[in-house]
Each structure stands twice: as C-alpha cells, then as structure tokens.
C-alpha cells in the first residue's frame, strides 16, 4: 500500500477478550491479544467495555483504578504496548476511582504511549424488564461531563461507551466535529443483543456516513451471572458494510478502513446537502426536551 502524506487505510482490530474476576489474568490475556493484534498489522487496537474484570456492579469497586494519579496497572499496560508497537488503541473501559466517585472510562493511547483522551461514559445504562433484566448503572458509576473527539494517527475519532451508543445526538454531534470513525467499547447482554447490537451500530454508521467500531467482552455461556454478554464486535463502514464481525467467543477480528469511502459515500447519497435546518435543527429537539420535566418525557401523550 502506498500512502501519501497521511496514510488513508489503516488496518483496526477488535480484541473480544474472555474476561474472568482474575485482573492480573485479564491484564495479561489483553497484552497478548493487543501485541498479535498490532504484529498482524494493525494500526488500531479496540479493546471491550470494562475488560479488566467482570461486569458485575457488585465487584467493580474493588477493581477500580486511579489512572490520573498514575495508578492504573491496566492504562500502563496498555501505554507499554502502544509505545512498544507504535499504534493507537482504543483501551476500552475500566472501573476508574476518582474524588470519591467511581467512573466507567475509556483512555485513549497514542504510539508514544501517552494518554490522547479519556472519555468517561456519560449515559448510565439503566433497564428494567421485569422478570428479565434489571439494572441501574448509575447506582455504581458516576456519569462523564464531557463528550469525546480525539485527533489520532488512523483519523479523528469520537468516543462513546456501550449505552453512549443509543443516543444518536452525541454521534451527530461527533460528525459535526469531523470523525471518521466513532468507537464504541461495550457490553451488551443477551436480552438487548439480538435485537439492537447490530441495528445501532449500522444505524449511526449510516445516519452520519462513518466508521463505527464496536467491542464486546466475549460471552461466558459457563458464567454464573445474569448479566450474559452478547458479543459480536464489528467494524462498519460509512454505507452500513459490515468490514468485520465476532461471533461471541474469544476472538480477534481486523477490518480494513478506508477513510477515502467517507468522502465517496457523502458524494453518492449526500445527505448533507438536502438536511432540512429550515425545518429543523438539532438544537430545537434538545432545548426543547431539556425543558420538560422527568415523568413528562417517560409519558407518551396518547390521542385524544
Ligand atoms: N453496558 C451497557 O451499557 C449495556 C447496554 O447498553 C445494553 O443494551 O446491553
């Protein structure tokens, strides 16, 4: 491949680590597939939604790090392993300590091991199908303040976590700043996986015309939790192509993206061109939504 000034194809890969209680193991087995991943030529290196230890809200505490004050054996691995192999990763998240708080974060790392960006999830999942599935993220974690656009050697990328990825605000609005690539390092269970995994991560590809990476943990069909992941990682292109795809075992999976068919596909269905502010502006939905109360927004007003 020959690349003019800023290299346009970038090999990404999506580690879909098993992750156990074991955090030394969890540490090592991440090394291992993040140092294969970059040997078989990738340039990036998108690791799980916390991969350092299981997801379960009841343990995550005694994991969590404290990666600003320098105490984070996971993000130090992870800077080793950039600087060693001389490529950006995506690191996933961790349970991150903080002022008392507890934060589910995803670092950004460099080729010289140095922390790009850290991106705090900012929508805290929260479920409740009764008989099915319960859960409340917020009841553990403290929700980020700050949205997350990141300059790297592979392209601009934006930052989401998991249930980031269901509001597609934050991806327009990532697209408005210039990604190429948004990625999403998640955990998505088996009640929400068949129906909606697949479906939103080609839906923000497709809405904003770019890349969008997902990557799961992989399931644990032996795990006595109710929490069951589904697994699936998959790198899609601007056109909803789906470049590269887990099943829910333990993999690495690497997709070719070219940031030329960001340009080709704004060019073959341009979108932008025939958007409607005239009618509409993101900005009206927002303060709009933002004015009503709690229990409005869960009502939908039905006819009269
Ligand atoms: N970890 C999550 O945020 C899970 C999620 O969004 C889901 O649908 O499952």
């Known amino acids: 491949m020959v690349c ?33 991943a970059a ?11 916390i991969w350092s230890c299981s997801y379960a809200m009841e343990t995550l505490a005694s994991y969590a790090e404290d990666i600003d004050g320098g105490e984070s054996p996971s993000i130090s691995m992870l800077s080793e ?45 929260e479920i409740d199908i009764p008989g099915d599935i319960t859960l409340k993220e917020s009841d553990t974690f403290t929700g980020g303040q700050e949205t997350t656009i990141v300059d790297t050697d592979v392209g601009r990328i934006g930052i989401g976590i998991c249930h980031d990825i269901r509001f597609p605000e934050l991806a327009m609005l990532y697209r408005s700043k210039g990604a190429h690539l948004i990625c999403y390092p998640s955990a998505f269970n088996m009640s929400t996986g068949e129906l909606l995994w697949d479906l939103m991560q080609k839906s923000r590809a ?76 993101l900005i009206d939905v927002l303060v709009n939504d933002s004015m009503k109360s709690r229990s409005d927004k869960l009502c939908l007003k039905m006819p009269a």
């Open 206 to 281: 497709v809405d904003n015309q770019l890349f969008v990476a997902t990557c799961s943990p992989a399931r644990d069909p032996n795990v006595n939790s109710d929490y069951m992941i589904w697994g699936h990682s998959s790198l899609i292109g601007p056109f909803g192509e789906v470049l590269a795809a887990a099943g829910h075992e333990e993999a690495t999976v690497i997709g070719e993206m070219d940031l030329t068919t960001i340009q080709s596909t704004r060019e073959n269905l341009p979108l932008e061109m025939q958007r409607r502010g005239d009618l509409y502006r």
């Open 81 to 125: 392993v950039a600087a060693a192999k001389k490529i950006t990763i995506v690191g996933g998240s961790i349970p991150e300590k903080a002022s008392g708080k507890m934060f589910n974060t995803c670092c950004v790392i460099g080729p010289d091991g140095k922390i790009l960006a850290k991106h705090r999830k900012l929508h805290l999942f």
């Open 39 to 49: 040997d078989a030529g990738a340039k990036l290196v998108v690791l799980p939604e």
């Open 4 to 36: 003019s000034l800023v290299c346009d194809q970038h090999k990404v890969a999506l580690c879909q680590l098993a992750v156990t209680p074991d955090k030394d193991g969890n540490i090592a087995r991440a090394r291992a597939r993040v140092e294969a």
